[in-house]
């Protein structure tokens, strides 16, 4: 058996979308090879309402778990535990999922015998693309922002973490490893980011396997409210943050204020090129790599304190 893990927010009016694409599945090996493992993290909206509704006309096996502790690692951690397949797989509250998402994710484990799989994350554009935004070629903005999760057309191993739209792993993998960890995901109004990277590259270091499976997709919608500058440097920010929190510091560094010194000069070198960076679309490359460096320092200092 297949879980499916599809936690939410006060999202309601999304739910629809990626109910109604679920429903048109085609199951890997008959209807009762798979259920469908809704989270409810505390919504205050009526999800509870949409998910029951759809749950007495949709002919498959749908759970709602409620979990009260804000977060999306909480979130996704009951969803784990909830869980009876052999395989867990995961997708937004937002998404559209391809009829044959799940039957490309399990051909993918079964064709490389891996402990996860990552599949190909399509962005759904619902306007123009801005004149400033570089979604390819060295100076690339992050794909956090505008999710896409594309690894060419042919099926292969990955030396990297799948995103959380689009992942699945083997129930043995939360066995073996532990869960998700609550220190990363988003919580409300918090953004720290990097719970299922965190959790991939965690399984890579220890010897597992990861392949992408190009053919199992989820179309991924850009949000208008996205596409917008402050938000970008927002998740820079924040990016920087869990990127801290996920690869620590030596425990010799010099530090600064509880920050390794060497965090200060390169956020100095980023300013200068930043500064001096004339090109308007490199330029803004440029800050938010800045931004990106303030949020590694914030993330170191919180990192330093839990430490004391």
């Keep these: 058996m297949v ?21 048109q599945l085609t199951s890997p090996a008959g209807a009762d090879s798979w259920e469908l493992i809704l989270v409810d ?37 009951a969803g784990v535990r909830a869980a009876k ?14 009829s044959r998402w799940l039957v490309e994710l399990v051909r993918t484990f079964e064709r490389f015998d891996s402990m996860g799989v990552g599949g190909k994350v399509i962005p759904l554009w619902t306007t123009q ?15 956090g922002t505008v999710v896409s999760f594309d690894h060419g057309e042919e099926p292969r191993e990955l030396n990297c973490a799948p995103f959380g739209a689009n992942m699945a792993f083997k129930k043995e993998a939360f066995e073996r490893h532990g869960f998700f960890r609550a220190d990363f995901g988003r ?8 719970e299922d990277t965190e959790f991939g590259m965690r399984l890579l270091r220890q010897g597992d396997r990861i392949a992408y499976g190009p053919s199992a997709i989820v179309y991924h919608p850009v949000p208008e409210d996205r596409l917008n500058k402050r938000y970008f440097q927002s998740h820079y920010f924040n990016y ?15 530090r600064w204020f509880g920050v390794p010194r060497y965090l200060f000069r390169t956020l100095l070198g980023h300013i200068c090129r930043w500064l001096f960076t004339l ?12 931004c990106e460096r303030l949020g590694e320092i914030r993330g170191a200092r919180h990192l330093s304190n839990e430490l004391k």
Aim: proline content about 3%.
């Design 3 to 23: 879980s499916v893990i599809v936690c939410t927010y006060n999202r309601s009016k999304h739910l629809k979308t990626v109910l109604s694409s679920l429903a």
């Design 41 to 77: 993290n505390n919504s205050k909206d009526d999800t509870a309402a949409i998910v029951e509704t759809f749950a007495a006309k949709s002919g498959f096996k749908i759970r709602y778990v409620f979990e009260t502790k804000q977060g999306l690692s909480h979130a996704r951690n």
């Design 85 to 98: 397949g052999d395989i867990i797989a995961f997708t937004d509250d937002d998404v559209t999922v391809d």
């Design 129 to 143: 693309k801005p004149a400033w935004l570089e979604l390819s070629g060295p100076d690339s903005l992050h794909s």
């Design 187 to 194: 919580k409300g109004n918090d953004l720290i980011l990097g």
């Design 240 to 254: 920087g943050k869990s990127t801290a929190r996920m690869n620590g510091f030596p425990a010799n560094v010099v």
């Design 279 to 290: 090109d308007p679309r490199l330029r803004f490359r440029r800050k938010l790599e800045v």
